[in-house]
């Protein structure tokens, strides 16, 4: 059975960083056959594309929110994908998703929710004083 979970979520104050973690497992074709992206969804708001990588780890995109302060990448040997998040800020409070995508590659110019067909059940990040 295809899964990924996501881990390393928390409560920051603005300013701190936190990575977090994708792990895929049950992937039929490798899980280094899949781009992986983050989505996030803040209470209130639509689900946002903040990162996508490659399946090979190459061809990093960011959403313009993110660009500067996060950073994905990937380890296929273990199966994970991860994001550092720096300098975060109230605005990056979300529950955060990883999903992979079977049929598209990393989109340099938006990274769109209905490419992606696996989804984690995501992680929560709160960033508040």
């Known amino acids: 059975q295809l899964q990924l979970v996501e881990s390393g979520g928390g409560s920051v104050q603005p300013g701190e960083s936190l990575t977090l973690s994708c792990t895929g497992s049950?992937?039929?074709?490798?899980?280094?056959?899949?781009?992986i992206a983050w989505f996030r969804q803040a209470p209130g708001k639509e689900r946002e594309g903040v990162s996508c990588i490659g399946a090979s780890g190459g061809s990093p995109n960011y959403a313009d929110s993110t660009k500067g302060r996060f950073t994905i990448s990937r380890d296929n040997a273990k199966s994970t994908v991860y994001l550092q998040m720096n300098n975060l800020e109230p605005e990056d409070t979300a529950i955060y998703y990883c999903?992979?995508?079977?049929?598209?590659?990393?989109?340099?110019?938006?990274?769109?929710?209905?490419?992606?067909?696996?989804w984690g059940q995501g992680a929560q990040v709160i960033v508040s004083t």
């Open positions: 049950g992937f039929r074709r490798g899980f280094d056959y899949y781009p």
């Open positions: 999903a992979a995508s079977t049929y598209y590659y990393c989109s340099a110019l938006d990274i769109k929710s209905h490419e992606y067909d696996y």
